[in-house]
């Protein structure tokens, strides 16, 4: 548990002392994703997977089988043995095992594959006992329990059944009618666009219209003659997709749609199955998005069964994650809610009477990792013990928990199928990476080390990190930063410091995980001689509903009231240059730089800002309006947010840079902002990657990141 600002400045201090006698200098190759020597320049790791509760070590070439107990390791087979048991040709050739999954607890059967086919290997009898029949398609959802696959082909929906049967479920998809994929823009929780029953005979899938949705209009460059690639980008206020629901049967080879009503202006999410696969789960949101309805559904006809839960406010309420029926019970599933401020886990009947709050408490429950059969509880992630320690937990039903691990830090878990053991991965601010296996049926959990990664900067001339707090603009909440300095650092000196901010909703910059989740390029640039600083400000999240809400339909306002707050702290250090203070954020970030450089353009010197939000009436629907509402129901905030009307008022040096085909936060906001300085006669830098999106990908991000540096050098040094 974190005990003071003052303990972990003196731990980080000394760690800093030890380190700094070593002379090796970083390069960007070294510390940004996409150099050549990055990966080199990364923890020790092991790939490791479940096969029921035998713990699993997947490499290059071999497959492994763990002790738990003892961490002791027996090969279980290799690269070229499954190849030979596959008869391997073009086809069937698998390179590598590091993806080698054990989709059935109780059979010795490893599924393995390449770009064009997943293969079954029973590995004791030695051969292949399945293979899929879309062999040069890509499987985007198959099923262990039918062996089905559902997967897009030139837009239209199929599935290939066991026999190796195609099955096609639509015929009118198009760049417009999308079926099988990600809705809603990738909001509220949703990263895919098709779902399995329990018993894999009915898949539940998205059909989104688009046809009424604007076009942006991309352009390719790279062709002799540029090509036009418009995305369908629907913005604040405008005409947004409508969304449907199909289930398709296998057994009938009929598909239905649920019978939610008018899509018009809605949005359906976190869909999920009852643990027969008859019933359909979904929440329902409105436009507004401050009213939800948790809706059951008949999977054979579609019909409407019940509205089992609604939750309103006079914000937003933002479901981001499907109901849960506990295995041991059927009649009974979790959901989760920040209804009490915080997110946390309640317990319903299947006929929707909330039982209990099973978790309560100012801290949040970030994520439920499974269930535990045997002890019948719930295993899940939460900040509990302090906002910058991620720990793990169980809990029962009547809600008694039980912490799982001892170490304070960002701990990640794995759970085995039957939720007796777990695969926990951590790294604190001093140790790198830490995977231990832990046996949750002991009395106190178990654990057998792993890994403890050796650090893989050492012999590199190592920055100092520390890790603080001060009081929000409200003068009572805590806001967590963490700060950056040279590793030759000298108090008696003044240094140029660098803002680094994001500030934005499902985000936040400080944690307890090595080096506080510092950012390479922080290091990159203290080796430069500056101090980098970064708050985690009101808006941010894993720190309850009030304090995320906390800037609804004014975006950027409290969060720099906020930051403003860290520059008055960063006053009180007499080795800080105030008069060489800069700011750098990417996309809300960005937004928040300009915001900073523009509101307070005498304690800005330079700025670089990368993909920022310029108005929000340009960005798209369900983020936008979430936050800001719609420019017909709130023009005073829209109209206070913009920064359009701020051109005017920037004075310090400022760079920004787009990707020339941003699909997130379009060009039109960086245009848009350079056409408002050229109208005010202020004079900002722009620079654009060609055919690159929102973030810079490969090598490009090393160039980007250098060329922000560079920015830096030339006008704040």
């Known amino acids: 548990m974190m005990k003071s600002k003052t303990f972990y400045f003196l731990m980080m201090a000394a760690l800093s002392t030890s380190l700094s006698a070593q002379d090796k200098l970083f390069t960007l190759e070294d510390l940004n994703f996409g150099g050549t020597n990055y990966h080199s320049m990364q923890p020790k790791n092991m790939w490791l997977t479940w096969w029921g509760d035998q713990l699993i070590q997947t490499d290059v070439e071999e497959c492994y089988t763990i002790d738990a107990k003892t961490g002791k390791k027996t090969t279980l087979f290799t690269l ?56 040069g398609q890509t499987a985007n959802d198959w099923n262990a329990a039918s062996k089905a696959t559902a997967y897009v082909e030139d837009h239209q929906l199929f599935v290939a059944d066991a026999e190796g049967q195609k099955h096609q479920l639509s015929t009118d998809g198009s760049r417009e009618i999308v079926y099988g994929q990600s809705v809603h ?3 509220f929780g949703i ?103 948790l809706v059951s559904y008949d999977a054979a006809t579609g ?63 970030m994520d439920v990792l499974g269930f535990n059969k045997k002890q019948k509880t719930i295993i899940f992630k939460a900040n509990k013990e302090h906002p910058l320690h991620h720990r793990l937990y169980s809990v029962n039903i009547k809600g008694e928990i039980k912490q799982l691990e001892t170490v304070d830090g960002v701990h990640n878990a794995e759970l085995s199928p039957s939720g007796n053991f777990l695969i926990d991965r951590f790294s604190t601010p001093t140790r790198p990476r830490v995977i231990d296996v832990v046996d949750i049926n002991q009395k106190t959990p178990r654990h057998t080390n792993l890994l403890d990664a050796e650090d893989p900067w050492a012999g590199y001339k190592y920055p100092i990190f520390e890790c603080g707090s001060i009081k929000a603009a409200d003068g009572v909440t805590d806001l967590y930063y963490r700060m950056v300095k040279p590793a030759d650092f000298n108090p008696d000196k003044k240094y ?46 894993y720190r309850g509903r009030d304090f995320e809400q906390a800037t609804f339909h004014q975006l950027g306002q409290i969060e720099m009231q906020d930051q403003m707050k860290g520059v008055e702290y960063l006053r009180t250090l007499s080795y800080i240059d105030m008069e060489r203070l800069g700011v750098h954020g990417w996309s809300y970030g960005g937004y928040m730089t300009i915001s900073l450089m523009t509101n307070y353009p005498d304690v800005f010197k330079v700025g670089v800002a990368g993909g920022p939000v310029i108005d ?71 620079f654009a990657y060609p055919g690159e999106e929102h973030n810079m990908r490969g090598h490009a991000s090393v160039h980007l990141h250098e060329r922000i540096t560079q920015y830096f050098e030339d006008y704040l040094k």
């Open 191 to 293: 990263d895919k666009g098709t779902f399995w029953s329990p018993d894999g005979m009915r898949l539940a899938f998205y059909r989104m219209d688009q046809s009424m949705v604007t076009d942006y209009p991309q352009v390719d460059i790279f062709p002799r003659e540029a090509t036009y690639e418009p995305d369908k980008y629907p913005m604040a206020g405008m005409t947004s997709h409508k969304v449907t629901v199909g289930v398709y049967d296998l057994a009938t080879n009929k598909t239905v749609y649920l019978q939610a009503g008018d899509p018009t202006d809605r949005y359906f999410t976190n869909i999920s199955w009852s643990p027969d696969s008859k019933t359909i789960y979904m929440f329902e949101l409105n436009r507004a998005q401050n009213d939800c309805r």
């Open 496 to 541: 140029p410091t660098v803002i680094y901010v994001y500030g934005g909703p499902h985000a936040n910059n400080v944690q307890a995980s090595w080096h506080w989740a510092s950012r390479s390029w922080e290091t990159y640039m203290a080796q430069k001689g500056y101090i980098v600083f970064i708050l985690d400000n009101r808006g941010s999240q």
């Open 303 to 365: 019909e409407k069964l019940a509205e089992l839960y609604r939750e309103t406010s006079d914000k937003y309420v933002e479901p981001l994650h499907p109901i849960q029926f506990l295995p041991w019970d059927d009649s009974k599933f979790i959901m989760q809610s920040q209804k009490d401020g915080f997110n946390h886990l309640y317990l319903f009947a299947a006929n929707g009477k909330e039982l209990r709050q099973i978790t309560q408490g100012e801290w949040v429950v």
């Open 616 to 686: 929000w009436k340009w960005y798209e629907v369900m983020y936008g309006e979430r936050y800001m509402g719609t420019p017909e129901s709130n023009p005073e905030g829209y109209a206070k947010t913009s920064l359009i009307n701020k051109a005017k008022d920037l004075k310090g040096k400022l760079q920004i840079i787009t990707g020339y085909n941003d699909n997130t936060v379009v060009p039109q906001h960086c245009l848009s902002f350079l056409d408002a300085c050229i109208k005010a006669g202020t004079q900002p830098d722009f």
């Open 185 to 187: 823009r990738n909001e």
């Open 80 to 135: 070229e043995e499954v190849n030979e048991w596959a008869k391997s040709d073009d086809e069937r050739y698998v390179r590598h095992l590091m993806h080698a999954a054990f989709p059935y607890p109780d059979k010795p059967i490893v599924q393995v594959g390449n770009r064009h086919a997943v293969i079954l290997v029973d590995f004791k009898q030695k051969k292949i006992v399945w293979q899929d029949s879309i062999s």
